[in-house]
Nanobody, 117 residues
Framework: QVQVVESGGGLVQAGGSLRLSCKAS????????MGWYRQALGKQRELVAH???????NYADSVKGRFTISRDNAKNTVFLQMNSLEPEDTAVYYC???????????WGQGTQVTVSS
């Protein structure tokens, strides 16, 4: 079984920064991609950013230039550096892990990010 655990959420003022971390552990033999989604109250879950095995990244338009996703392959860990945070970024942020052997999608429990104005 694979465990996915996020950390780093919290409450910050607009313009501030947070760094989220997510580690996959357990029966992890290979990882094809890791990423972050978020879900605000009353809204659909949406993509924030992905990073793939070859290092390619993908960002939602709303966070481009403000958020940076990175990955430590040796530690099965993905990070999300969030700068210039806005109240609209307030949401539960979920870590997503796509393993390669077998091909399986896993989700963390989520971490709350709240940005006050």
């Amino acid at each position: 079984q694979v465990q996915v655990v996020e950390s780093g959420g919290g409450l910050v003022q607009a313009g501030g920064s947070l760094r989220l971390s997510c580690k996959a552990s357990g029966s992890v033999f290979s990882i094809n991609a890791m990423g972050w989604y978020r879900q605000a109250l009353g809204k659909q879950r949406e993509l924030v950013a992905h990073i793939f095995s070859g290092g390619r990244t993908n960002y939602a338009d709303s966070v481009k230039g403000r958020f940076t996703i990175s990955r430590d392959n040796a530690k099965n860990t993905v990070f999300l550096q969030m700068n210039s945070l806005e109240p609209e970024d307030t949401a539960v942020y979920y870590c997503n892990v796509l393993t390669g052997v077998p091909v399986t999608l896993y989700w963390g429990q989520g971490t709350q990010v709240t940005v006050s104005s």
